[in-house]
T-cell receptor, first 112, second 110 residues
Framework: DAGVTQSPTHLIKTRGQQVTLRCSPKSGHDTVSWYQQALGQGPQFIFQYYEEEERQRGNFPDRFSGHQFPNYSSELNVNALLLGDSALYLC???????????FGQGTRLTVV | GESVGLHLPTLSVQEGDNSIINCAYSNSASDYFIWYKQESGKGPQFIIDIRSNMDKRQGQRVTVLLNKTVKHLSLQIAATQPGDSAVYFCAENNNNDMRFGAGTRLTVKP
């Protein structure tokens, strides 16, 4: 049983560009949450998707958007990249919101 | 705003000793708490969770204690092993918004 998988594992983008990160949830899970983790800090909640809708959002600008597909996989899009967007982006899945969440290995995004 | 915080950024213990990692939370509306372990280069790994209607929950070598009166959460690791060395995060969940603390780095000395 594959756990949460994220792609790509590493990514380098130029300031001002746009990026799309992908996440496949653990088998049987229908809820996907995205987090940003800066070096040396805890993960910061970006948003959560359930039933293809954004259910909850953290304190992130509209440059951060997402989508959930009928197969429960999800994408995180970031527009107009800033140097400060460089971080590890983590996806977590669960069966229903507010239950045990499993994390993927993350996508390391570097903005230059 | 309200946030999750940790009392100590680092903790060093001798192999075989018990470890206690503490966490303070300030959002009294939070109803679900989770401890995660994160090793270098990996995503957080679920350790144990507890809901607000409980004050103690035990797993394999780990125990989580919740004191809602003082808004305090702790993770106890019995017979700490070198493989337990990692950063430990507590997280509180309120209405599907999960907030993490900054983490405590646990180092196990052989």
């Amino acid at each position: 049983d594959a756990g949460v998988t994220q792609s790509p594992t590493h990514l380098i983008k130029t300031r001002g560009q746009q990026v799309t990160l992908r996440c496949s949830p653990k088998s049987g899970h229908d809820t996907v949450s995205w987090y940003q983790q800066a070096l040396g800090q805890g993960p910061q909640f970006i948003f959560q998707y359930y039933e293809e809708e954004e259910r909850q959002r953290g304190n992130f600008p509209d440059r951060f958007s997402g989508h959930q597909f009928p197969n429960y996989s999800s994408e995180l899009n970031v527009n107009a990249l800033l140097l400060g967007d460089s971080a590890l982006y983590l996806c977590a899945s669960s069966f229903r919101p507010n239950t045990e969440a499993f994390f993927g290995q993350g996508t390391r995004l570097t903005v230059v | 705003g309200e946030s999750v915080g940790l009392h100590l950024p680092t903790l060093s213990v001798q192999e075989g000793d018990n470890s206690i990692i503490n966490c303070a939370y300030s959002n009294s509306a939070s109803d679900y708490f989770i401890w995660y372990k994160q090793e270098s280069g990996k995503g957080p790994q679920f350790i144990i969770d507890i809901r607000s209607n409980m004050d103690k929950r035990q797993g394999q070598r780990v125990t989580v204690l919740l004191n809602k009166t003082v808004k305090h959460l702790s993770l106890q690791i019995a017979a700490t092993q070198p493989g337990d060395s990692a950063v430990y995060f507590c997280a509180e969940n309120n209405n599907n918004d999960m907030r993490f603390g900054a983490g405590t780095r646990l180092t196990v000395k052989p």
